[in-house]
């Protein structure tokens, strides 16, 4: 008998599936073959082919958001971690962007398909810088102000270096100077 | 014996045409059909199919930029004409966004085909933005700064707002709270 199929193994060959076939033609039947099980018992794991889809959307979401998560909970100034934290999500997003284009678009069409799935990603984006931020207002090193608000700005401020839709923009040889334009200016609600 | 062709009777004859055919089908005898012309009549105009395509494009650009130039001329605190710009930059661009999303992406994508004409159109929106702050500056309503890397930093930290790349977000119910968070930031860098 074989061993039971693990999430993790079947979200991987999904990728690989998606990758090799595109979005549009890779099917359920397509990933069940690469894996050697049957239709039925992929279906046991995923009862759609959106359900599967979906997963390997999510999948791509966690990849950016678990190493953010790790920055949350060092030591050390919360000014450095807030840095640290969007040179971290710029770069993943930035350096997956430019190795492999097709595949990050891919990942994005994927993740877009739920709503629902974006909306709790940006939320726990939020969420996390609140936590930096309200951890800087604690140690004073931030001015006063309502930590989630100020989350909410610098993640909405900063877009045009993150979001997936203007990535083609990021290859210009002038971004990083944009940043620091806009992180400037961001900066200076939150510094004494 | 005809009337002599003007250049804004071809544009708005393209336009409309684009708009009928759509982007990829439109051609330059389809034009000239329209206007009632020749080919060759319409060629001394425009030399290449591309040429006419940019000219609608740059007119497009021009739509948006102009009005804006007037708000820059405009007497009155500095702090009311940089917010009056920006409303009237995400005004202009939501609401042709929204009214008539195929023609605001097919004005978008011939925008596009002109590298040059975005970055001189950018170019011309950051130097109106940088004498609205540089006037600031003089009457003592905003803080001494680099108002060209301000004006910069401004337009980059709102593009979320106005980046056609993102239109599609423009209609959340959240927009215009997101909108106040990065702008109340972006402020504070100006601002005594």
């Keep these: 008998m074989a061993a039971p199929l693990a999430k993790e ?3 991987d060959t999904a990728e690989e599936v998606l990758r090799r076939f595109g979005l549009e033609k890779a099917s359920v039947v397509d990933v069940a073959r690469a894996l050697g099980v049957s239709h039925g018992t992929l279906y046991r ?3 759609s082919k959106s359900a599967l889809r979906e997963a390997v959307g999510e999948r791509w979401l966690k990849r ?3 190493p953010l ?3 949350v909970k060092e030591s050390g100034s ?3 971690k807030l840095q640290k934290w969007f040179q971290t999500l710029i770069h993943t997003k930035r350096s997956k962007a430019i190795e492999d ?4 678009s891919m990942y994005n069409a994927l993740a877009e398909e739920s709503v629902e799935g974006i909306t709790a990603h940006i939320n726990e984006l939020i969420q996390q810088l609140t936590e930096i931020i309200e951890e800087g207002i604690r140690k004073n090193e931030f001015k006063r102000s309502d930590a989630g608000q100020v989350a909410a700005g610098i993640f909405y401020g900063t877009a045009r270096f993150h979001h997936p839709a203007l990535a083609k923009e990021w290859t210009s040889p002038n971004i990083d ?4 334009l806009v992180w400037n200016l961001l900066l200076s609600g ?3």
């Design 78 to 80: 919360s000014m450095e």
């Design 64 to 66: 950016v958001s678990i």
């Design 45 to 47: 794991h995923f009862p």
């Design 190 to 192: 939150l510094k004494f």
């Design 9 to 11: 193994q079947i979200l």
């Design 177 to 180: 100077e944009e940043f620091r």
């Design 101 to 104: 284009p097709e595949l990050f």
């Design 69 to 71: 998560a790790e920055i």
